[in-house]
T-cell receptor, first 115, second 113 residues
């Protein structure tokens, strides 16, 4: 079983739709949860991050974390063609400053928003 | 533009050879992370350097090594290359050693033939 699982898609939705992207994980030590967006032939860019359980909203994007279920979600409201990209979830456990950071990424979900 | 610069953008080399990938972090960032992205493995963390010192190690092969120089740029050395090493190699940087926000470069696409 992989440490982080993500529905690979591809996912196609019409413009304006609400998109739900999800990841599950197995390591209960994960405390930091991030969503990255990666356009074709580009590096990933950070969309949002949350610490521990709860919701966080930023414009059309909402991130949810349910640590009890080991499940995180990213919702995109009023999706636009420019949202077409691969979305990667990433997680890390708390580490002291002496031990650095180890991000574990999901395999990504490819999203296409059709005009 | 994330401010992280990677060179070269593309690299084609033969099996058994050695290559060096270079990364310049964003101004002010002390941490550099290296990742490998392939179609079947996704984005895999390789190694992190913070202010010149190795801080975290992921699934980095013994044939691979990295270092961070006093000017904070970093190099990833890949040796005895195999066909399976063909992938996108990304560098990311962050200010501290345990930041949640890391900025990625555009990647180096390595093709081993």
């Amino acid at each position: 079983q992989k440490e982080v699982e993500q529905d690979p898609g591809p996912l196609s939705v019409p413009e304006g739709a609400i998109v739900s992207l999800n990841c599950t994980y197995s390591n209960s030590a994960f405390q930091y949860f991030m969503w990255y967006r990666q356009y074709s032939r580009k590096g990933p860019e950070l969309l949002m991050y949350t610490y521990s359980s709860g919701n966080k909203e930023d414009g059309r994007f909402t991130a949810q974390v349910d640590k009890s279920s080991k499940y995180i979600s990213l919702f995109i409201r009023d999706s636009q063609p420019s949202d077409s990209a691969t979305y990667l979830c990433a997680m890390s456990a708390f580490r002291s400053r002496n031990y650095g950071q180890n991000f574990v990424f999901g395999p990504g979900t490819r999203l296409s928003v059709l005009p | 533009d994330s401010g992280v610069t990677q060179t070269p953008k593309h690299l084609i080399t033969a099996t058994g050879q050695r290559v060096t990938l270079r990364c310049s972090p964003r101004s002010g960032d002390l941490s550099v992370y290296w990742y490998q992205q392939s179609l079947d493995q996704g984005l895999q963390f390789l190694i992190q350097y913070y202010n010149g010192e190795e801080r975290a190690k992921g699934n980095i092969l013994e044939r691979f090594s990295a270092q961070q120089f006093p000017d904070l740029h970093s190099e990833l050395n890949l040796s005895s290359l195999e066909l399976g090493d063909s992938a996108l190699y990304f560098c990311a940087s962050s200010v501290g050693s345990i930041d949640t926000e890391a900025f990625f470069g555009q990647g180096t696409r390595l093709t081993v033939v």
